[in-house]
């Protein structure tokens, strides 16, 4: 059976056409009402954005998922985990205020700021999911006792995963330091040939586990966690990994945590995706690429794996940019993401998720 996926295009030439106002339409259109009840406490869950990266949601769109959630007699707070990597996130003193710092403050989204995992990422909670890879998920304590959620995600790219969304957003998003550790794993080494000892992944390493030895970067494998942030900034891709056996692992995992965030919430998710400033990289790096393809809209749904695959498919009918990261596939019903990373495979995400349960590949857009 068909997932319903709501769109709302970007076009406008009334207020009533406004961005605000389809956020609005979008969430009453695909029944996010229905699951939340009053006195709820509700995680609006998001991402806040590192320092420098300017492509996040808007908090002003926030604003508009915090008041229906209200006027549901509900209780709504804003919300993301702390970061595995070194930056302006990775503890809730510096998360809030970066958060504050991109607008997410109450006098803005007219809700509190609640970093889920507490100050150091020990708030957690063990879900028990019982799947190939775990047994059990690592959940941020917070979203784990919330009693419904709406995931707000931007849709983009990313470096190992293909494309983050929402399902993506679930799974690294709903997780402590530990959990994302845990669906990590993959460990990346150096090639010699190509490293020109500039040291910047050594300067990224949030465990010290990169030197210059000789002048060439060197990885420590036992103190290395696979954030992949050395292979983010690396300028000359000196730094890789074994994509063909590790990639496929490090997805399941990835979409087993997914389904670790929502359980004990059947029926009391929505998710709005955000199908605009469409860059190569995850709002995690402290900058924002150009966009690979025009705006395109925003879209809604119960359905996580179908709102992924809605946007997978209107990201890849496009026409991609010229002079963009996007090196390859830019013709329209080309796959975007392969095209800037040939070794990536994002819709495993999709394929994983709809063989947990998680919900379906087959939707059907409905335009507002």
């Excluded at 941020?140 to 993506?168: P, Q, R, Y």
């Excluded at 690979?292 to 990201?315: F, H, M, R, Y």
Aim: hydrophobic content about 40%.
């Amino acid at each position: 059976m068909k997932s319903t996926v709501w769109f709302a295009s970007l076009r406008a030439r009334s207020p009533n056409e406004s961005t605000e106002a389809k956020v609005a339409r979008l969430f009453e259109a695909a029944g996010f009402a229905s699951c939340i009840q009053a006195r709820d406490r509700t995680a609006i869950k998001l991402h806040f954005g590192e320092q420098g990266n300017d492509s996040y949601i808007s908090p002003v769109y926030v604003r508009q998922v915090v008041e229906k959630v209200k006027a549901a007699g509900a209780l709504p707070f804003v919300t993301d985990t702390n970061t595995l990597y070194l930056g302006s996130r990775s503890n809730a003193v510096d998360h809030i205020t970066t958060a504050i710092h991109h607008g997410f403050d109450y006098a803005v989204v007219g809700a509190p700021v609640i970093i889920a995992d507490g100050l150091c990422g020990k708030n957690v909670a063990h879900v028990a999911i019982n799947r190939k890879h775990f047994k059990t998920a690592i959940i941020a304590g917070d979203i784990a006792a919330a009693d419904s959620m709406i995931v707000m995600t931007h849709f983009k790219g990313h470096e190992v995963a293909g494309f983050g969304g929402a399902l993506k957003n679930l799974a690294m998003g709903c997780a402590p330091p530990q959990g994302k550790r845990a669906q990590h794993q993959a460990k990346p080494f150096s090639i010699r040939d190509n490293c020109t000892g500039c040291g910047r992944c050594a300067g990224v390493c949030p465990k010290s586990a990169i030197t210059l030895v000789n002048e060439k970067s060197s990885i420590d494998k036992n103190l290395c966690i696979g954030c992949f942030e050395c292979m983010t900034v690396c300028p000359s891709h000196a730094i890789d990994i074994d994509w063909e056996t590790e990639i496929p692992l490090f997805t399941e995992r990835l979409i087993e945590y997914a389904y670790g965030a929502v359980q004990g919430k059947e029926g009391k998710v929505g998710y709005i995706s955000f199908l605009t400033r469409i860059t190569p990289d995850c709002d995690c790096v402290p900058w924002s690429d150009a966009s690979i393809v025009p705006d395109i809209g925003i879209l809604a749904s119960k359905d996580p794996v179908a709102i992924d695959a809605a946007a997978c498919d209107l990201v890849n009918q496009q026409e991609g940019f010229a002079g963009s990261f996007l090196a390859r596939h830019r013709h329209p019903g080309e796959d975007k993401f392969s095209g800037m990373r040939p070794n990536t495979d994002g819709p495993r995400q999709l394929r994983y998720a709809e063989e947990l349960g998680m919900g379906s590949r087959e939707y059907e857009l409905v335009r507002l």
